[in-house]
């Protein structure tokens, strides 16, 4: 049987897969009228499916986070995507990961955890496992 | 009204607003998921677990999302009404918004603490630098309305020669503050008083909130310019060559709108740009994180470097005049605090730098994304 | 929760109706419920103080009419429930402006100032607070019995059509519908016109006119012209988007088979400072003349009196709309000119002019009140009321500001709000007679509408803050 939160994105792309639980949101996602933003969310690993993170609790970049997934990409942020709705914190995703988003975005990054040190990575692929 | 008339009405607007949750649902239902209004009760009742659930509930709506670009386009159609954050100039130019009111609107009260205070976060980020030996040179960047005021409105041509945006204020109490700030209003008025002679291409795109290509080219010369008269920067040795192009490119104000008539009416814009090579390996110019020079930036210094066609932006420009490749943080909207974020948790882009240049463009001074807060250095 | 979004238009309104029609019995508990949770949309705990100014009146509304009750009983059960409602208004709203004014003189004497508390505004607290005290007010003065029920008191007061933006309404207009009233095809199709042209009046007329307005009370220095037509934009949006909210309200009430009084009738109109507060906010101005200007004594006291009854009912007026200076001073300059009309016998001084001058000139008095109501800060307002007439000097970014308003929308708004606002014919005689060619012409109005509210960005109404 097909595990919720799985399909052949997930399980492809990206280097790392995962799934975690989304801790905060630290501030409201800014506008995206002009601009499209990757903001960094706090998330604690549940499971690692692929590759290797940095601890339990991580940082993940994701694109424009007040859109669905299925309808942020855009002609600046490369192959992203999910079936992931809206970002409310305590759901589980299961996220397609690069590390780090330095290598994968060059647009603006909003990181209200920009004191603690660590790996930010770059959620390729986000779809909802469980709310 | 007759009775059946009353019911036939009745019936309308009911249906009008039952068919909208109702066919949602259906749908939501459809695609395998539970309808998204259901998670109002998955959630406690707080006011931003609702205000997030109001959010959901009109970002889903297949109505909302299919109905707003053929109303978006009818004003526009009717009404040249191109939607709340633009502004339709004359002959063809739009502007955004926050541009305008940047300049338009009063100043708020001088607040001595961040993050409302661009004085008091530039000094200290100065005072920072200059404490590990490291110079620091602002440019403040004008907005397009500054430097194009009279393609906004007919008014404005009345105030050409006065024409001064209260950025000038910020670079005169920088410049008090003995931080090194660079006045590229003089720059575009010279090279507008030029332009009129010469008819040279305009320093701006008249679709895009940004410079165009030969202005990237100019300015990299006159920063240049400075940083060699000021002595922080000196010559290197790598040879760079310019290859001239043309590209067409859609402005963000079009694509921010995102009314479809508008995108009808307003083809995409051709622009020239210069794209620098290394001229001994041919490959594009490229960053080189060892460089003494840093630059930190918005999108002024994204457009044409790793945007279409790429190596053709300020950037590549500045390193062909100092024959050097320079290292770079580039954060669109957020040269006031997020890129200094940014550079605070990459200690490695901070060794062993000699300068910094800074640029953010004058709105973000009231509405840069997250203020400008105090951010510190990363450790040496 | 606001009439004019996705939630309320389309989840809210077609559940409440639904589950409303098919009750048999409890409609007024029904009522009552979906009310709290409209009010609690915005923040939860402000429905807790709600029910607890609900239950106060209830409580003291009961005592003044137990039979047992002494005169002084009576009395103290009157002067506790309006204390406790003014407490918490004052609490509520006035608390960080009287801090904020006292820090500044009690240093002065010596005296250490105030903490300054993080009060937050609970919503419509100004409407509710005045519809409660009111039924207190009533039930002591023999005008009403007590409610028959908390359940119908608290439906009086929580009713979501009119609970944070008014009509004002008194208890002795809902007490006997909430007891019995008819549910008809006619009332309930009247009551959709009604909300379909308030809906219009706030999503197409309103917020364009609030976007110029917005940016021309924003501007540092605006031209002469340019200040004109900022303050011509905020009294066509502030008289749109209360009249659109209140007929919007007038229309729910009566789809759920209640009549509430109207609340304007066609203030721009008027000939007069007198005769504006006739037809502008009439719940509010004949809440004041009833509980406030007949109690201290109304034109009963001889002139002098009644000239200052008149500015300080006003003043109390002008506080009630908000905790600021501004509308302190608009309250005054509202009560002055009302008391010099009542001097004059209540002539104006252009009183020679024709019609359409003494409407002009009135209106003109009213916009240079919408000033000082929409200023921020007396500052502000007397900046903006220079430029209005020349006074001040211009810096060259002003000259941008025309292109921002003078676009061809807000032209064509500006011109229909114009012709609205200035023509004889009131929304509630014209849907009197609801037509079915007038039905025909607002159910596109209504969608199209619908379609414009999906492309602007959340807008609530103005009357919220108060």
């Known amino acids: 049987m097909k595990q919720q939160g799985t399909d052949h994105e997930v399980t492809t792309l990206g280097t790392i897969e995962i799934s975690a639980r989304l801790l905060e949101i630290p501030e409201p996602f800014p506008p995206n009228d002009l601009y499209n933003y990757a903001y960094i969310l706090k998330y604690h690993v549940i499971k690692v499916h692929r590759g ?80 | 009204m007759s009775r059946r008339f009353q019911l036939l009405f009745s019936g309308l607007f009911l249906a009008t607003i039952f068919i909208v949750p109702l066919s949602q649902a259906g749908l939501e239902i459809y695609q395998g998921q539970l309808p998204e ?10 006011r931003v677990n609702l205000r997030t659930f109001e959010t959901n509930i009109e970002n889903r709506s297949v109505y909302a999302t299919a109905v707003r670009p053929w109303i978006q386009s009818l004003l526009f159609m009717a009404l040249r009404d191109p939607g709340e954050k633009a502004l339709l100039g004359r002959d063809g130019w739009l502007f955004y918004t926050p541009d305008v009111r940047y300049l338009v609107e009063n100043k708020p009260a001088e607040s001595d603490t961040e993050p409302e205070n661009p004085v008091l976060a530039i000094t200290t980020f100065s005072r920072q630098l200059s404490q590990r030996g490291i110079h620091l040179i602002v440019l403040p960047m004008p907005g397009k309305p500054s430097v194009y005021p009279d393609e906004l409105t007919h008014r404005a041509h009345m105030h050409d020669h006065d024409f001064a945006s209260p950025t000038r204020e910020l670079i005169s109490s920088l410049q008090t503050a003995g931080v090194e700030t660079m006045d590229l209003y003089e720059t575009f008025l010279s090279l507008r008083q030029q332009h009129r002679l010469d008819a040279v291409e305009p320093y701006y795109l008249a679709q895009d909130t940004h410079w165009s290509g030969t202005a990237v080219r100019i300015i990299a010369h006159v920063v240049a310019r400075r940083l060699l008269d000021l002595g922080w920067a000196q010559t290197g040795s790598t040879e760079y060559t310019v290859n001239s192009m043309y590209l067409r490119r859609r402005g963000d104000i079009i694509r921010m709108a995102s009314v479809p008539s508008l995108t009808q009416t307003f083809p995409a814009e051709e622009v020239h740009c210069f794209q620098v090579f290394d001229k ?3 490959n594009l110019y490229k960053d080189d994180a060892r460089s003494a020079i840093l630059l930190l930036g918005d999108s002024f210094f994204r457009m044409y470097e790793t945007d279409e066609p790429t190596s053709a932006g300020f950037i590549a420009h500045l390193a062909r005049e100092l024959r050097t490749p320079l290292t770079s943080i580039v954060n669109d909207g957020g040269a006031s605090t997020l890129v200094r974020q940014q550079l605070s948790r ?9 300068l910094v240049i800074w640029e953010f463009v004058e709105r973000d001074i009231r509405f840069g994304t997250d203020g400008w807060k105090y951010v510190p250095l990363p450790r040496d | ?16 109706l639904v589950i409303y029609y098919l009750l048999p019995r409890y409609r007024n508990a029904f009522l009552t419920i979906a009310s709290y949770i409209f009010y609690g949309w915005w923040e939860p705990w402000f429905v807790l103080l709600m029910m607890t100014s609900t239950i106060l009146d209830y409580v003291c509304g009961g005592i003044i009419a137990s039979p047992k009750s002494t005169p002084t009983r009576r009395r103290v059960a009157l002067v506790s429930a309006i204390m406790g409602d003014v407490g918490l208004l004052a609490f509520f709203k006035y608390y960080a402006f009287t801090a904020q004014n006292l820090n500044r003189l009690l240093p002065m004497l010596g005296v250490s ?25 009533d039930v002591y003065r023999g005008i009403v019995p007590r409610a028959q029920s908390f359940s119908d008191l608290s439906c009086f007061v929580s009713l979501f059509p009119h609970l944070v933006a008014g009509p004002i309404v008194r208890y002795s207009v809902i007490a006997r519908q909430l007891a019995s009233r008819e549910h008809t095809l006619k009332k309930f199709s009247y009551g959709i016109a009604l909300f379909i042209l308030g809906f219009a009046k706030k999503i197409l007329l309103a917020n364009p006119m609030g976007v110029v307005a917005d940016a021309t009370f924003a501007a540092a220095s605006p031209l002469t012209v340019d200040a004109w037509f900022g303050g011509f934009a905020y009294a066509f949006q502030i008289y749109f988007d209360f009249s659109g909210y209140s007929d919007m309200a007038v229309g729910l009430s009566r789809m759920f088979g209640l009549v509430i009084p109207k609340n304007f009738a066609s203030p721009y109109l008027a000939e007069s400072i007198t005769d504006f507060w006739r037809r502008w906010h009439i719940s509010l101005s004949t809440w004041l003349r009833d509980y406030l200007y007949v109690p ?114 807000n032209l064509a708004v500006m011109l229909l709000c114009v012709s609205l606002s200035f023509q004889p014919i009131e929304i509630y005689d014209w849907l009197e007679h609801l037509s079915w060619r007038r039905a025909l012409v607002l159910v596109p109005l209504f969608l199209f509408t619908i379609g414009v509210m999906f492309t602007q960005t959340f807008n609530p109404f103005l009357y919220f803050q108060f």
């Open chain 1, 52 to 131: 290797n993170v940095d601890g339990s609790d991580i940082f993940v970049a994701q694109y424009n986070p007040l859109k669905p997934r299925s309808s942020a990409r855009d002609e600046f942020s490369g192959k992203i995507g999910g079936s992931l709705e809206a970002f409310r914190v305590g759901d589980v995703h299961r996220m397609a990961l690069e590390a780090s988003v330095d290598d994968y975005w060059m647009g603006g990054i909003i990181d209200m955890y920009f004191k603690q040190a660590g790996i930010r990575y770059w959620a390729v692929w986000t779809n909802l496992e469980s709310k």
């Open chain 2, 37 to 46: 209004f259901f998670d109002v009760f998955t959630r406690v009742p707080k």
């Open chain 2, 280 to 282: 001994e390996t041919r």
């Open chain 2, 346 to 354: 990459r200690s490695d882009l901070l060794r062993g730098k000699k």
């Open chain 3, 1 to 16: 929760m606001v009439f004019t979004t996705h939630i309320f238009l389309f989840y809210f309104l077609p559940l409440v």
């Open chain 3, 113 to 137: 100032s105030m903490p300054l508390l993080q009060v937050t505004l609970p919503i419509g607290i100004s409407f509710y607070t005045f519809e409660s005290m009111s039924y207190t007010i």
């Open chain 3, 296 to 409: 201290l004594g109304g034109n009963k006291k001889g002139l002098r009196r009644t000239y200052l009854n008149l500015t300080i009912v006003m003043l109390i007026g002008g506080l009630w709309h908000g905790a600021n200076w501004t509308f302190v001073v608009w309250g005054a300059y509202h009560g002055l000119l009302l008391a010099f009309e009542r001097w004059r016998g209540k002539q104006t001084i252009y009183q020679w002019l024709p019609k359409p001058g003494r409407v002009g000139i009135t209106f003109v008095l009213v916009l240079i009140s919408w000033v000082l109501f929409r200023a921020p800060n007396l500052s502000l307002a007397w900046s903006y009321l220079e430029a209005m007439f020349g006074a001040r000097t211009h810096v060259s970014c002003s000259a941008l500001l025309a292109g921002e308003i003078y676009t061809p929308h």
